[in-house]
Every structure is written in structure tokens, then in C-alpha cells.
């Protein structure tokens, strides 16, 4: 199972982005699925999930800028991010809850991460 994330880049303070992870191998079910952050100095927090199949949670401070969408049928998460900020510079995460199929066994609820895409917000 593997989490790619891209969409990551250089834009200037008031700008857009949209980040996309998709989940890859032999998946059976994506539960939980969303976006958390890692800037320089920083631990890494939550962005926005899906703690289920239509429910969202999202930090107070994107809340009204950012808004997390899935494609159930492709295993993809989209990050759609509004009125960039300076401090919503950080590397990006995909992370996901799944269950898929290891050599003929079904593991529940494994917790992946991707590799990371960065997201610079200039002033």
C-alpha cells in the first residue's frame, strides 16, 4: 500500500493550491482519510480528515480557507486550500486508515502515511 501525495508548491500570500494523495495496492476499504502539517520547528498537526466515510474535522485555523474532499471509487483525498497564508507554510501529509489484503490476509485498520509534499506560502 503506498499514499503518493503531489500538488505541492510555491505561491504567494492570498494564492490557491489543491493537494491530492492518492492510495494505492490491494485496498479493501479507506475509512479515515485527510491532510495534516509539519512546519520547520514544528510538530506535526491535523489539517482536515474525514474520520469517516462523510464526516470532517479541520483545525480552527483553515477553517472557511481549506476544504477536504474524497473520491471514494479512485482512493483519492484532495486538499483544497483558499486565501494562503505565510504561516500555512509546511510540509503536507497524506494520512489513511485501511484495511487491504497482504499476501491472501485481510489487515484492519492499518494507519499509512505518504511521503510528504511541500507547500511554500511567500509574503
Known amino acids: 500500500v503506498q499514499l503518493q501525495a503531489s500538488g505541492g508548491g510555491t505561491v504567494q500570500a492570498g494564492g490557491s493550491l489543491r493537494l491530492s494523495c492518492a492510495a494505492s495496492?490491494?485496498?479493501?476499504?479507506?475509512?479515515?482519510m485527510g491532510w495534516y502539517r509539519q512546519a520547520p520547528g514544528q510538530e506535526r498537526e491535523l489539517v482536515a480528515t474525514?474520520?469517516?466515510?462523510?464526516?470532517?474535522v479541520y483545525a480552527d485555523s483553515v477553517k472557511g480557507r481549506f476544504t477536504i474532499s474524497r473520491d471514494n471509487a479512485r482512493n483519492m483525498v484532495y486538499l483544497q486550500m483558499n486565501s494562503l497564508k505565510p504561516e500555512d507554510t509546511a510540509v503536507y501529509y497524506c494520512?489513511?486508515?485501511?484495511?487491504?489484503?497482504?499476501?491472501?490476509?485481510?489487515?484492519?485498520?492499518?494507519?499509512?502515511w505518504g511521503k510528504g509534499t511541500l507547500v511554500t506560502v511567500s509574503s
Open positions: 495496492g490491494s485496498i479493501v476499504s479507506i475509512h479515515a
Open positions: 494520512n489513511a486508515d485501511l484495511n487491504y489484503i497482504d499476501n491472501g490476509v485481510r489487515r484492519y485498520g492499518v494507519n499509512y
Open positions: 474525514f474520520t469517516s466515510i462523510r464526516s470532517t
